[in-house]
């Protein structure tokens, strides 16, 4: 589904990806970790064709996307949720989903993946008609996932969707997202919530000054030292 080659991201002259290659199987739930500053944000915007790669190569269905404009992506079927909302604080809550619905092989079905969005967030269908920056953050949350479903992608994307939510919010988050894979969208979570979205996930990676430094099941990366030490401040090698 999809293949990243040794994909390299420069901000300026400075190196914020090297080397990077990854892949994933269709409706696979995989995620990404690592400490703050390790390039996940820069990954996944690389990945949603916001960053332009100085190297390597983004495919998805063996279709070469490293070069394509960002839209490209979404005909694609790569949806991108990003860190922070960037919902329209002035337009309506149904306007901003309706946003997420105009790709080609989405128009059809607005009404009924706008249907399955209330259906997965229910306060979204009570709050259609209310400007969405009159919203909680939990809500805001809500709407930006339901934006993105609303162009019907076959790979999610998620920056910190946990960003500045209380616990409970978090729970009810991280249920979605599963639900969200179980009807058969593959999901690339990047989460700062190291436990939850091991948890939950199929495979994981571990990024770190960005290089991936481990890949597998989500129980190694857990026990990983270079986790435990970013995570826990544990050391790498016991004293001795």
Same mark, same amino acid.
């Given at each position: 589904?999809?293949?990243?080659?040794?994909?390299?991201?420069d901000?300026?002259a400075?190196?914020?990806?090297?080397?990077?290659?990854?892949?994933?199987?269709?409706?696979?739930?995989?995620?990404?970790?690592?400490?703050?500053?390790?390039?996940?944000t820069?990954? *996944?915007n690389?990945l949603s064709?916001l960053?332009?790669?100085?190297?390597?190569?983004?495919?998805?269905?063996g279709?070469?996307?490293?070069?394509v404009?960002?839209?490209?992506?979404?005909?694609?079927?790569?949806?991108?949720?990003?860190?922070?909302?960037?919902?329209?604080? /002035?337009m309506?809550?149904r306007?901003?989903?309706?946003?997420?619905?105009?790709?080609?092989?989405?128009?059809?079905?607005?009404?009924?993946?706008?249907d399955?969005?209330?259906?997965?967030? !229910?306060?979204?269908?009570?709050?259609l008609?209310a400007? @969405?920056?009159?919203l909680s953050g939990?809500?805001?949350?809500?709407?930006a996932i339901? /934006?993105?479903?609303?162009?019907? !992608?076959?790979?999610?994307?998620?920056?910190?969707?946990?960003?500045?939510?209380?616990p409970?919010?978090?729970q009810v988050?991280?249920? @979605?997202i599963?639900e969200?894979?179980a @009807?058969?969208t593959?999901?690339?979570?990047?989460?700062?919530?190291?436990?939850?979205?091991?948890?939950?996930?199929?495979?994981?990676?571990?990024?770190?000054?960005?290089?991936i430094?481990?890949?597998?099941?989500?129980?190694? *990366?857990?026990?990983?030292?270079?986790? /435990?030490?970013?995570?826990l401040?544990?050391?790498?090698?016991? !004293?001795?």
């Open positions: 589904m999809l293949d990243v080659a040794d994909l390299r991201v901000y300026g400075a190196p914020a990806l090297s080397d990077v290659s990854l892949a994933m199987r269709e409706g696979e739930l995989a995620c990404v970790v690592g400490p703050n500053g390790a390039g996940k820069t990954l *996944i690389a064709g960053l332009r790669a100085r190297a390597g190569c983004i495919r998805m269905d279709r070469d996307l490293t070069r404009p960002p839209h490209r992506f979404c005909d694609a079927g790569i949806a991108l949720v990003p860190e922070g909302r960037r919902l329209f604080a /002035r309506s809550v306007e901003n989903l309706e946003v997420g619905g105009y790709a080609r092989h989405a128009r059809s079905a607005r009404a009924q993946t706008l399955y969005v209330c259906t997965l967030f !229910p306060p979204v269908r009570e709050k008609d400007p @969405a920056g009159a939990g809500q805001q949350q809500m709407v339901g /934006r993105a479903l609303m162009a019907k !992608p076959r790979l999610l994307l998620l920056d910190e969707p946990s960003l500045g939510l209380a409970l919010m978090v988050m991280f249920r @979605a599963r969200v894979n @009807a058969g593959a999901v690339l979570l990047v989460e700062q919530n190291v436990a939850m979205a091991l948890e939950i996930a199929d495979r994981a990676w571990l990024l770190e000054e960005g290089h430094v481990a890949a597998g099941e989500p129980e190694e *990366i857990f026990r990983h030292p270079h986790l /435990r030490r970013a995570y401040g544990e050391a790498q090698d016991p !004293p001795g």
